[in-house]
């Protein structure tokens, strides 16, 4: 059984000096462990016993570390949302968890106020607990006490809170930690949202875990990030980051020299970026897969090949399996649904037994993503299992397509969707950003791909919809194509 991540921090708490922030003024572990108390007595002033939930919508900044910290010591569930939600999209969250508390940055308090048991703004709430003791009797934890609920983005229907309990969060990054090679001297350069498993849990446990410090910067921004480069260890990001970083010309080895490890996530690295940052940095970025419900799945490892286009090997103590329509385990190479089994795994959908249950086959989550193996035991997504395109009775894996598409010269993104044909049943519509020509893509993958795989149309477009965490929205694309082929 993993350390619970809280003494972990406590752990750290007692090495005197050891830095959590890095800064002008920097923070250590030990203030940390004191403002986790303050905050945590502060909940407790409000109200809040264990097993409430805390809603938090706030821009990014390091009192939601804080604040989720807090929240574990007091055994309150963490439910952060993205700020960028309007007020209507945040109803939903506020009415489906039920939160004791919301906590929103100052300008939204009077919108929401009548549509939340209690509402505080951030300022105000960091004021309350800055008059309140440090000292903090925590509660005795259990692993399976639920630490989070995560929103799913709700893309394809209701969103559905995804149950986190503590040990999914420590299992995971104990694991993280052991694999990435995460020691109290490396510095973690944090530039990812925090109301998103990949920065809230992977990127902040994995530090705390290990003892190791960050740069925290309050969004992406290049120029930031070259200059924060040669003071860190370690950066997480997603695949965006990483092609808007080549963009710039003052990305060399040379600025790169002091960083160890390059993580990418949240979304497909193409192999044509691994390439490129590759020659241009002499590092090859180290993807890996995850979901809110199971946290980290699978990674590329330290050592050994780091194969582009693959999402690595399943994380110690967590098992993946491909499996058939029937729920049978296909032979290595074969592609199938992607099934996992491990301490990672979610507790369930809030509020949702039936949905849980559906998701769930013999004790294995059903992830709703496809994949297959190779022969070394490399996991490659080849793509949502809603957006597997059957053109003509014959199965089109969108990845495989958009590989050899990002491939071509000229071209900057690729999403390939699936819709309705009269003949076809579907057909296959490749969408992407560049200076192309489509017809000239069609013909260029008629060398790469067999007949049933090319594109029946090519849509060149200014951008992809995206969310925030930089995944095409496939589902907004089939939506507005979806008539494409309705005059025959």
């Not at 350390?3 to 890095?22: E, N, S, Y």
């Not at 059903?366 to 009775?393: E, H, M, N, P, Q």
Request: glycine share 10%; hydrophobic share 45%; charged share 20%.
């Amino acid at each position: 059984m993993a350390r619970d991540i809280i003494a972990r921090l406590k752990d750290q708490a007692g090495t005197p000096g050891r830095i959590w922030l890095q800064g002008d003024a920097p923070v250590t572990y030990a203030d940390l462990l004191a403002e986790t108390g303050r905050m945590a007595n502060a909940l407790q002033g409000l109200g809040l016993v264990k097993g409430d939930r805390l809603l938090c919508q706030v821009d990014k900044c390091e009192a939601v570390l804080v604040l989720y910290l807090a929240c574990l010591r007091a055994g309150v569930v963490f439910l952060p949302v993205n700020p960028g939600y309007t007020v209507a999209e945040t109803e939903h969250f506020l009415t489906d968890a039920d939160p004791a508390l919301a906590i929103f940055d100052g300008a939204r308090v009077g919108e929401i106020a009548d549509k939340c048991r209690k509402v505080i703004g951030l300022a105000d709430f960091l004021a309350m607990a800055s008059e309140v003791q440090d000292a903090f009797s925590d509660p005795v934890p259990k692993p399976d006490d639920l630490a989070a609920i995560l929103y799913t983005s709700g893309t394809t229907g209701r969103s559905k809170g995804v149950m986190l309990s503590r040990e999914n969060l420590a299992s995971n990054a104990e694991a993280l930690v052991g694999l990435w090679r995460f020691a109290a001297e490396d510095v973690l350069l944090h530039v990812l949202p925090v109301f998103h498993t990949h920065g809230l849990f992977v990127a902040t446990n994995c530090v705390l875990y290990a003892g190791a410090s960050m740069i925290f910067q309050r969004s992406f921004a290049p120029e930031a990030v070259l200059e924060a480069l040669p003071r860190s260890t370690v950066m997480m990001g997603v695949p965006t980051f990483y092609s808007r970083l080549l963009a710039d010309a003052r990305l060399t080895p040379a600025a790169c020299a002091h960083v160890r490890l390059f993580i990418s996530g949240s979304a497909p690295l193409s192999p044509a970026t691994h390439a490129e940052w590759r020659g241009r940095t002499g590092q090859a970025i180290l993807e890996r897969y995850g979901m809110t419900e199971t946290n980290m799945i699978t990674s590329n490892p330290y050592d050994g090949p780091r194969k582009a286009g693959t999402v690595g090997l399943p994380l110690p103590g967590v098992a993946v399996r491909i499996a058939g329509p029937d729920g049978l385990p296909v032979a290595a190479g074969e592609a199938g649904a992607i099934e996992v089994r491990g301490p990672n795994v979610f507790a369930g959908y809030w509020r949702m037994p039936e949905q849980t249950a559906k998701e769930f086959r013999d004790g294995w989550f059903i992830t709703g993503d496809l994949g297959a193996f190779d022969a070394d035991g490399y996991l490659s997504i080849l793509g949502r299992v809603k957006d597997l395109v059957i053109s003509g009775g014959l199965n089109v894996y969108p990845a495989e397509v958009e590989a050899a598409i990002d491939d071509l010269p000229g071209v900057a993104a690729s999403a390939v969707i699936g819709v309705p044909h009269p003949d076809f049943g579907e057909a296959v519509v490749a969408c992407l950003v560049g200076l192309v020509e489509p017809e000239k893509v069609r013909e260029a993958l008629r060398e790469r791909l067999a007949a049933f795989k090319i594109p029946k149309r090519v849509i060149v477009m200014e951008d992809l919809p995206r969310n925030a965490m930089g995944k095409v929205q496939k589902a907004e694309l089939r939506r507005v194509h979806a008539g494409l082929f309705a005059g025959g």
